[in-house]
C-alpha cells in the first residue's frame, strides 16, 4: 500500500514536468495547426540558460531564494525569444506554405539545436551531460511512517506550479481579449485578421508564452534529473508530444490530463514491471488511444478545414 | 485594360470612398484580376455581380488586405492602402463580411460579436451598438451562449454582418449575402443593408443574386473573368437587355 502511494506520487511528479512541455505543444498546435517539434530542443536550450545563469551566481547565491527566481527567469525570458526568434525567421515565412513545409522546417530546428549543442566551441556546451546545480535543496515535505512514503518538497513544487500555468492558461484563452483573439486566430487566421486582430502578434505571443513555460519545465526536470545535457530535449519533447496527443492536441487541460497518466504509467510499469519497458508502455498507450479516439481523450476529430 | 467598359445609365455624384484601379490578383500562376476598375462613392451602395469564378471574391479580398495584388492602387478616403495588411484597415473603417460567412464556429455568438469590436475601447457605445443589432437580429440575442457553430446558416449570415457592423464601419464589404438562405432570411438581411446604409454606411455588395442586388444598389459593375465589362447605375443595369440574359436568366 506505501509503496503504491510512493508511485503514485513519483507518478504525479513525473507527470507534471511532462505536462508543462505539453502545455507549449499544444497551445502552439492551437493557433498554428503546428506540431513544433523543436519545442523539447528549446526546453533544452532554456536548461543551459539556466545552468549558466546558476554558474554566474556562484554556489552560495544560486541556492538563495532570489538566486533560484533568477535563474527560472532568466531560462524562461530567454527561451520566450528564442521561441519568438524562431517563430519570426523559420516559420513565420512558411504560413501560406503547406503545413508540411513548416513541419520539416521544425525538426530540422530540433535536430539544429540538439546537435548544434553538442559542439564543443565557443559557449556551446558539448556533448557529454554535465551535473545541473542542487539549486534547491531537496528536502523531505511529507514523511509517512517508517520513510514508508516520502513527498519530496520539488515535487510539490512541480505540482503547484503545472497546476497554477494550467489554471492561468485555461484563463487567459477563455476569459480575455488576448486568448478570444487567440482562439479567432487558431480556427482561421485570414478572417481573425477582418476582425483587426493582429495575427502575426497574436501567434508570436503564444510562441513566447510556450517556449517561457518549457523552459521552467526543463528547469524543474534537471533539477530532478541533476544532469542537462543536448539530448535532453528529444526525449522530453517526445514524451510531452505524446501526452499532448493522448489527451487531444490543441486542448489546454487535455494535456495536463494526458502528462499526468503518462507520468504514472511511466512510474508503475517501472515499478512493477521493468524500466526497459517505460517507453515501449508509453507508446502502446498513444496507438491505443489514437484507435479508440483519434482525437486523444478530450478532442475532438473537427474536419479539416479547406 | 483591354476593351472599353459599357456604361449605362447616370450615376449620382458623391465624393469618392474607395477607389480601385487597374487590380489584378494571381494565384500562384492563375490570373483571377485582369485590371478591375471601380469606385464607391460616400453613402453609396454598389453592387459587383458576375458568373461563378469571375472574380468578385478576389476583388473584396483584395480590397480589404486579405491578399496582396500583383497590381493596381487601391484608395479608401483619399489614402492609397494597396497592399496594406488587413487588421489596419480595420481602423480606417474598413468591414468584410467574407465568402462563407468566416464565422468562428468555435466561439460563442456573444464572442464573434466581441471579436468585431475587438479595436474599439468605448464601451458603453459598443454595448449600444450590440443592443442595435439584437434588434435587427432578436434571434442572435436568445443564442448569445450557444457555440457559433450551432447557428443555422441564416443565423450565421445574420452573425456575420452583426459582427460586421460593430466595428463602426465605413465600408462594408459582403460576399454573397444571400447565399443559401431562405427568402424570409434575405429579405431581412437586405432591409437591414438599406437601414445601415440610410444611416450613411457605403457598402460594396457581392452577388450571384443579380436582381436582389441591382434592386438596392444605386450602381453596379458586371465581372467578368477578371475584368469589368460593364457599369451602370442599378436601375439602367437591370433593364439593359445583356444583363437580363446573362443574370437574371431571361
Ligand atoms: N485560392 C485560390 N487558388 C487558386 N485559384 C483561385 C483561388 N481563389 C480563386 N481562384 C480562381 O480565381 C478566379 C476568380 O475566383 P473568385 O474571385 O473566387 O470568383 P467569384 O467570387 O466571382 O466566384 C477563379 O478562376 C478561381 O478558380
Ligand atoms: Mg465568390
Redesign the pocket.
Given at each position: 500500500m506505501a509503496q503504491l502511494l510512493q508511485h503514485l506520487i513519483n507518478g504525479l511528479a513525473a507527470g507534471t514536468i511532462y505536462a508543462l512541455v505539453a502545455l507549449g505543444y499544444t497551445m502552439v498546435y492551437g493557433v498554428l495547426k503546428l506540431i513544433n517539434f523543436a519545442h523539447g530542443d528549446v526546453m533544452m536550450v532554456g536548461v543551459y540558460m539556466g545552468y549558466a545563469t546558476a554558474f554566474a551566481l556562484g554556489r552560495q547565491t544560486q541556492k538563495t531564494f532570489l538566486g533560484v527566481v533568477l535563474i527560472f527567469l532568466v531560462a524562461m525570458g530567454g527561451c520566450a525569444l528564442l521561441g519568438f526568434l524562431i517563430e519570426r525567421f523559420a516559420y513565420r515565412p512558411l504560413r501560406e506554405k503547406p503545413r508540411l513545409t513548416a513541419l520539416i522546417t521544425a525538426i530540422g530546428i530540433s535536430f539544429a539545436l540538439s546537435y548544434g549543442f553538442q559542439l564543443d566551441i565557443g559557449f556551446l556546451p558539448g556533448a557529454a551531460p554535465r551535473a545541473f546545480p542542487e539549486i534547491i535543496q531537496p528536502t523531505e515535505w511529507l514523511v509517512i511512517g517508517d520513510r514508508d512514503v516520502v513527498v519530496w518538497n520539488w515535487q510539490v513544487m512541480s505540482l503547484l506550479i503545472a497546476v497554477g500555468l494550467m489554471v492561468g492558461l485555461q484563463w487567459l484563452v477563455f476569459k480575455t481579449r488576448f486568448g478570444r483573439a487567440m482562439r479567432a486566430v487558431s480556427y482561421d487566421h485570414r478572417v481573425a485578421a477582418l476582425m483587426g486582430i493582429p495575427t502575426d502578434r497574436v501567434i508570436a505571443v503564444t510562441f513566447m508564452i510556450g517556449s517561457g513555460l518549457a523552459a521552467g519545465a526543463g528547469l524543474l526536470y534537471a533539477i530532478k534529473d541533476t544532469s542537462v545535457s543536448p539530448l535532453m530535449g528529444l526525449y522530453v519533447g517526445l514524451k510531452a508530444f505524446v501526452a499532448a496527443v493522448i489527451g487531444g492536441i490543441g486542448h489546454v487541460p487535455g494535456a495536463v490530463v494526458g502528462a499526468l497518466l503518462l507520468g504514472l504509467v511511466e512510474e508503475f510499469v517501472v515499478g512493477y514491471a521493468a524500466s526497459t519497458w517505460r517507453d515501449a508502455v508509453a507508446f502502446g498507450i498513444l496507438i491505443l488511444v489514437l484507435l479508440v479516439k483519434p482525437g486523444g481523450l478530450f478532442g475532438r476529430v473537427a474536419a479539416e478545414k479547406v | 485594360m483591354s476593351e472599353a467598359v459599357k456604361t449605362l445609365g447616370e450615376r449620382e455624384p458623391r465624393p469618392p470612398l474607395l477607389t480601385v484601379e487597374g487590380l489584378k490578383v494571381h494565384?500562384?500562376a492563375?490570373q483571377?484580376l485582369k485590371g478591375v476598375v471601380l469606385s464607391v462613392g460616400k453613402g453609396e451602395v454598389v453592387a459587383l455581380i458576375?458568373a461563378?469564378?469571375?472574380?468578385?471574391?478576389?476583388t473584396l479580398r483584395a480590397v480589404s488586405g486579405m491578399l496582396k495584388p500583383s497590381a493596381g492602387r487601391i484608395t479608401l478616403a483619399g489614402q492609397d492602402i494597396t497592399g496594406m495588411k488587413a487588421h489596419l484597415l480595420v481602423p480606417r473603417g474598413m468591414a468584410h463580411a467574407p465568402?462563407g460567412r468566416g464565422i468562428f464556429p468555435n466561439l460563442t455568438v456573444q464572442e464573434n460579436l466581441d471579436l468585431g469590436a475587438y479595436l474599439r475601447s468605448d464601451t458603453a457605445e459598443i454595448a449600444a451598438d450590440q443592443e442595435k443589432s439584437f434588434k435587427l437580429f432578436p434571434v442572435l440575442r436568445e443564442r448569445r451562449k450557444q457555440l457559433a457553430g450551432t447557428l443555422s446558416g441564416g443565423e450565421q449570415q445574420m452573425l456575420a454582418i452583426a459582427r460586421a457592423l460593430l466595428s463602426r464601419p465605413q465600408l462594408l464589404l459582403l460576399d454573397e449575402p444571400s447565399l443559401g438562405l431562405a427568402p424570409q432570411v434575405t429579405e431581412t438581411i437586405f432591409r437591414t443593408l438599406r437601414e445601415v446604409n440610410a444611416a450613411g454606411m457605403s457598402i460594396l455588395l457581392v452577388e450571384q443574386n443579380a436582381h436582389l442586388a441591382l434592386s438596392m444598389a444605386h450602381y453596379g459593375y458586371v465581372?467578368e473573368t477578371g475584368e469589368v465589362v460593364m457599369a451602370g447605375n442599378g436601375k439602367a443595369l437591370l433593364e439593359s437587355p445583356e444583363v437580363r440574359k446573362a443574370y437574371l436568366g431571361e
Open positions: - | 494565384y500562384g492563375i483571377a458576375g461563378n469564378g469571375a472574380g468578385k471574391t478576389s465568402e465581372l
